[in-house]
């Protein structure tokens, strides 16, 4: 796995590849506009331009967009899904200027028990902001959620459905596993034996090669909490053993791994980067050493 960070943007493209160079990121995500906007202006064509050369040049990638918190996918208020399909299309047009992988995005609420019916209209969604985009062609990367309220998506097999429904309407897609989300919607990612479980699960809903991207994050709550609270890797209950055991499925070697912790900007990002690295050194090294260092990941 490639390991990064999600990293600050709000000085400009070139200064959040700055950044991710010093935080020795060999993989990015970002938010290619105010996460917490509608809309905003579009970044200037040569900035877009130097960023993608920066990051090729630096060898950093995949790079991955992460689309803002207001889209929401799966609503039945016609006036929010509006606004929904104008943004994503938004999102997808800034994420392909900028030579990213794919647009991470959340599925939004559950707008029916009916899961069929929730997935024909995130798909909905999709192709309606996808005729808006108008040629702008980015994969969709669709992420779990923790499973609090009426969120859609906490199950693998709910994630599953849609990526195979995009697909079948011709929408590149793939999956990004947050395991923050996915420990505290109840899969228990502490033991080899969980990864294993979830990387079979993976490989028979969807192949398991549809997994591009993994948010790396420990969780402060407990297994099956809801709790979507980020915590720095080994300092939860996910722990430095469930985060050793990751790396040894290589199944999953194929994503990329980006940390989005709480915390100073660089200081939590470096540690963090910095943990896993020796976490998937020390799973290369072998299953004993492995332990050890997952015992004294700080």
Same mark, same amino acid.
């Given at each position: 796995?490639?390991? &990064?960070?999600? =990293?600050?943007?709000?000085?400009?493209?070139?200064?959040?590849?700055?950044?991710?160079?010093?935080?020795?990121? *060999?993989?990015?995500?970002?938010?290619?506009?105010? $996460?917490?906007?509608?809309?905003? $202006?579009?970044?200037? $064509?040569?900035?877009?331009?130097?960023?993608?050369?920066?990051?090729?040049?630096?060898? =950093?990638?995949?790079?991955?967009?992460?689309?803002?918190?207001?889209?929401? $996918?799966?609503?039945?208020?016609?006036?929010?899904?509006?606004?929904?399909?104008?943004?994503?299309?938004?999102?997808?047009?800034?994420?392909?200027?900028?030579?990213?992988?794919?647009?991470?995005? !959340?599925?939004?609420?559950?707008?029916?028990?009916?899961?069929?019916?929730?997935?024909?209209?995130?798909?909905?969604?999709?192709?309606?902001?996808?005729?808006?985009?108008?040629?702008?062609?980015?994969?969709?990367?669709?992420?779990?959620?923790?499973?609090?309220?009426?969120?859609?998506?906490?199950?693998?097999?709910?994630?599953?459905?849609?990526?195979?429904?995009?697909?079948?309407?011709?929408?590149?897609?793939?999956?990004?596993?947050?395991?923050? !989300?996915?420990?505290?919607? &109840?899969?228990?990612?502490?033991?080899?034996?969980?990864?294993?479980?979830?990387?079979?699960?993976?490989?028979?809903?969807?192949?398991?090669?549809?997994?591009?991207?993994?948010?790396?994050?420990?969780?402060?709550?407990?297994?099956?909490?809801?709790?979507?609270? !980020? *915590?720095?890797?080994?300092?939860?209950?996910?722990?430095?053993?469930?985060?050793?055991?990751?790396?040894? *499925?290589?199944?999953?070697?194929?994503?990329?791994?980006?940390?989005?912790?709480?915390?100073?900007?660089?200081?939590?990002?470096?540690?963090?980067?910095?943990?896993?690295?020796?976490?998937?050194?020390?799973?290369?090294?072998?299953?004993?050493? &492995?332990?050890?260092?997952? *015992?004294?990941?700080?």
């Amino acid at each position: 796995m490639r390991i &990064g960070a999600h =990293i600050p943007v709000a000085g400009g493209l070139l200064e959040g590849a700055r950044y991710a160079l010093e935080c020795e990121c *060999e993989t990015v995500q970002l938010f290619a506009k105010n $996460p917490r906007r509608w809309l905003a $202006p579009r970044r200037a $064509p040569e900035e877009e331009e130097a960023f993608r050369v920066r990051c090729a040049e630096s060898c =950093i990638g995949p790079v991955f967009s992460h689309a803002s918190y207001l889209i929401n $996918p799966g609503t039945r208020d016609d006036d929010l899904w509006s606004r929904t399909c104008e943004a994503l299309a938004d999102e997808m047009a800034r994420t392909a200027r900028i030579g990213a992988a794919g647009l991470v995005m !959340h599925l939004g609420t559950r707008a029916s028990q009916d899961t069929a019916a929730c997935v024909r209209r995130i798909v909905e969604t999709a192709q309606r902001a996808v005729d808006l985009a108008q040629g702008a062609s980015v994969a969709l990367v669709i992420e779990n959620s923790a499973g609090a309220g009426s969120q859609f998506g906490s199950r693998i097999e709910e994630v599953a459905s849609c990526l195979a429904a995009l697909r079948d309407r011709g929408i590149p897609s793939a999956i990004c596993l947050d395991t923050c !989300h996915a420990f505290a919607a &109840g899969t228990d990612l502490r033991t080899s034996d969980g990864w294993s479980r979830l990387a079979s699960t993976l490989d028979s809903s969807c192949g398991v090669e549809s997994l591009v991207l993994v948010h790396a994050n420990d969780s402060k709550g407990a297994l099956g909490s809801r709790l979507d609270r !980020h *915590e720095w890797i080994g300092d939860g209950a996910i722990s430095g053993t469930g985060f050793a055991a990751m790396f040894a *499925e290589a199944r999953l070697a194929g994503a990329a791994a980006i940390v989005e912790m709480p915390g100073d900007p660089k200081v939590k990002d470096r540690e963090n980067v910095s943990r896993l690295k020796r976490l998937r050194d020390a799973a290369e090294e072998g299953a004993d050493r &492995g332990r050890e260092r997952a *015992e004294d990941v700080r």
